[in-house]
């Protein structure tokens, strides 16, 4: 079994900036890729970064530039440093570990941008 915790979601004003950490646990050997997607309200979950194990990543075209993914030293903790956030950034944060085999999904954690 592999647990995610997140934590870092909150309400921001626009324009400001928020830490996303999402750190994994348990039965893990090696990890493929850690992400973040978000599910707004009304809409389908969307990818919004992720990072392989050799550091390459890929992130949605209305986060290039203002957000950020990284790996922790630990390798098992990701973070998104999201910058110069919009109201349409707010959404629930999933965290996303994908082993080889089954992929695991954190909690969410809430992210609202007042404008």
């Known amino acids: 079994q592999v647990q995610l915790v997140e934590s870092g979601g909150g309400l921001v004003q626009a324009g400001g900036s928020l830490r996303l950490s999402c750190a994994a646990s348990?039965?893990?050997?090696?990890?493929?890729?850690m992400g973040w997607y978000r599910r707004a309200p009304g809409k389908q979950r969307e990818l919004v970064a992720r990072?392989?194990?050799?550091?390459?990543?890929n992130y949605a075209d209305s986060v290039k530039g203002r957000f950020t993914i990284s790996r922790g030293n630990a390798k098992n903790t990701v973070y998104l440093q999201m910058n110069s956030l919009k109201p349409e950034d707010t959404a629930v944060y999933y965290c996303?570990?994908?082993?080889?085999?089954?992929?695991?999904w954190g909690q969410g954690t809430q992210v609202t941008v007042s404008s």
């Open positions: 996303n570990v994908a082993l080889p085999g089954p992929d695991y």
């Open positions: 348990g039965s893990i050997f090696a990890i493929n890729t």
């Open positions: 990072i392989t194990s050799g550091g390459s990543t």
